[in-house]
Nanobody, 123 residues
Framework: QVPLVQSGGGLVQAGGSLRLSCAAS????????LGWFRQAPGKEQEFVGA????????VYSDSVEGRFTITRDNANIIMYLQMNDLKPEDTGVYYC????????????????WGQGTQVTVSS
């Protein structure tokens, strides 16, 4: 069973918006921080942002700060990534993960990953 199930994504023009979802299949994941990573073709995986276990704090990479917003619904253990003002450089496969948030650093658990979802932003 996939611990984190992603949905959303797709193709959008530059300046547009998309929302990704990440739903946990195990209730134990409600106690973990949740985060997003992305990987563009030919590039290394990049941290996008993360949210604390209770949703009271979120951190973002400089490249998405002010454009992306992470929220979570702990009753249903779903995390959302609202992406606004998308740019072609936001293109990539987006992954969610569960782990721990220490200050501004997110440390993911290797066994808790989503299946990935493609986001393509055309210019």
């Amino acid at each position: 069973q996939v611990p984190l199930v992603q949905s959303g994504g797709g193709l959008v023009q530059a300046g547009g918006s998309l929302r990704l979802s990440c739903a946990a299949s195990e209730r134990t994941l409600s106690g973990f921080a949740l985060g997003w990573f992305r990987q563009a073709p030919g590039k290394e995986q990049e941290f996008v942002g993360a949210i604390s276990w209770n949703g009271d704090r979120a951190v973002y990479s400089d490249s998405v700060e002010g454009r992306f917003t992470i929220t979570r619904d702990n009753a249903n253990i779903i995390m959302y990534l609202q992406m606004n003002d998308l740019k072609p450089e936001d293109t990539g496969v987006y992954y969610c993960a569960a782990g721990y948030l220490y200050g501004i650093r997110f440390s993911h658990r290797s066994e808790y990953w989503g299946q990935g979802t493609q986001v393509t932003v055309s210019s």
